[in-house]
């Protein structure tokens, strides 16, 4: 017999009783969709899941519940980080240079501002357009 978390089910089965203490007067209509959801199966889990993300406290009573230590699949959709659906690449930005001397400026952001060459005191100019 392996020691496996809990169902999504068992989760929002075992929530409903705690809703009034977690939720307060919100317990009655988050109860009502849950019923709803509970009567539709096991298809209806992400939903569930969705639906008690909303709430911190039966955010975290949901992880305890499913021991989970990491938030597993709940996590708060403000401040939860969703890594990149493809590997990041190399982005080349715009390179400016000094027309009277080899000084040389690489911009490493989209709104950082253009310096002027510190050796002449004229402003730097595009040089070439970045390489992708």
């Given at each position: 017999?392996?020691?496996?978390?809990?169902?999504?089910t068992?989760?929002?089965?075992?929530?409903?009783?705690?809703?009034?203490?977690?939720?307060?007067?919100?317990?009655?209509?988050?109860d009502?969709v849950?019923?709803?959801?509970?009567a539709?199966?096991?298809?209806?889990?992400?939903?569930?899941?969705?639906?008690?993300?909303?709430?911190?406290?039966t955010?975290?009573?949901?992880?305890a519940?499913?021991?989970?230590?990491?938030?597993?699949?709940?996590?708060?959709?403000?401040?939860?980080?969703?890594?990149?659906?493809?590997?990041?690449?190399?982005?080349?930005?715009d390179v400016?240079?000094?027309e009277?001397?080899e000084?040389?400026?690489?911009r490493?952001?989209?709104?950082?501002?253009?310096?002027?060459?510190?050796?002449?005191?004229t402003?730097?100019?595009?040089?070439r357009?970045?390489?992708?």
């Amino acid at each position: 017999m392996t020691d496996s978390p809990p169902s999504i089910t068992e989760l929002a089965v075992a929530i409903r009783p705690r809703l009034r203490t977690l939720l307060g007067e919100e317990a009655e209509e988050v109860d009502a969709v849950l019923g709803e959801l509970l009567a539709r199966g096991v298809a209806a889990e992400p939903e569930i899941l969705t639906l008690l993300q909303r709430s911190a406290a039966t955010r975290e009573w949901a992880y305890a519940f499913l021991r989970l230590r990491d938030g597993g699949g709940l996590r708060n959709p403000r401040t939860a980080y969703f890594p990149l659906g493809a590997a990041g690449g190399f982005v080349a930005g715009d390179v400016y240079g000094c027309e009277e001397c080899e000084h040389r400026w690489h911009r490493r952001a989209v709104g950082q501002a253009v310096p002027s060459c510190p050796q002449h005191d004229t402003p730097l100019v595009r040089i070439r357009e970045p390489e992708l």
